[in-house]
């Protein structure tokens, strides 16, 4: 891996110090498996959690890089008033991006979550690898969709060092072939204390979650469209997976995935709620 003017720019922060601790907190930290970024304008500033600043309840954008060199962008948030605080990673669906969780953030803020609100690799922001070369969904063979779960054992393994996250408290929200990547993934760390799932699918491009389901043995919550058949009847049957320790919600006229929060309003606030009494 090459860091490219990671003393430059760490020097830097350390001379800025006072200065920014008089605005916000300021946070430093080492991830071996990040590099540092330059700033992205007009929105959020990118960097690495090799040097993490930000203010509590603000969105800092930051990148994990995966282990065949993708960045994958995404947003972190701080709650107020916590100084170790439960992390919720957001996994959105196919063709979309992280912007399809923006009504959750403040919900998850005020339950006391901290919040990583990511791009999947070849979605959003997250379409370069270190190497310079592109990527994109449309491409992918189910090799490269393969790799989701891994891309996300890379962001829980990036977070640990972060101040203000509790990295043995994670709660993972997927949407569709994101549900399937939490369910693979969630099962294979058990740091992961719960997982909502939203319209998974028992295939999605190759993952398969029903072993994963079974094996999960913590809070697993599954909300599903009732007019969403294939996912509706996938939904059934891994609920079925998760034994006692799963819960079931089918809506009526609901759409598929994040779409249901704006179908259903008040999901947002029951799944929110859900992960609260889940993730203690």
Sequence with gaps: MIIDTVTQRLSELFRQAPALSARSPLLLVAASSLALSS???????????????????????????????V????????????????????????????????????????KGFAVINLD???????????????LNFSSFSDAEWAKLPGDIAAVVKGM??????????????????????????????????????LSPGLDYKGL??????????????????????????????????????GRIILLERAGHGTDMFVSHPQLVGQVVNWLAESVK
Aim: with cysteine.
């Design 208 to 245: 398969k979650p029903e072993a994963a389901v079974r094996q999960f043995g913590r809070p697993m919550l599954i909300v599903a469209g009732s007019d969403d058949q294939y996912s509706a009847d996938s939904s059934k049957q891994l609920a079925r997976a998760t034994g006692r320790s």
């Design 120 to 134: 999947l690799r070849g979605h959003g922001q997250s379409t370069s690898r270190a190497d310079g070369t592109r």
């Design 39 to 69: 700033q992205v304008a007009p929105g959020p500033r990118e960097t690495s959690v090799c040097a993490y600043a930000a203010s509590k309840g603000s969105a800092q954008s930051i990148y994990f890089q995966t282990a065949d060199g």
């Design 71 to 110: 960045r994958q962008i995404g947003d972190v948030y701080l709650p107020e008033g916590k100084t170790k605080a439960p992390v919720a990673i957001l996994l959105h669906m196919l063709s979309k991006d992280k912007s399809t969780y923006t009504t959750m953030i403040r919900p998850l803020l005020d």
């Design 160 to 197: 640990q060092g972060i101040q203000g996250l509790d990295g043995n408290r994670i709660a993972i929200v997927g949407a569709s072939i994101g549900a399937n990547t939490a369910a693979l993934e969630g099962a294979a760390d058990k740091r992961v204390k719960a997982a909502v799932l």
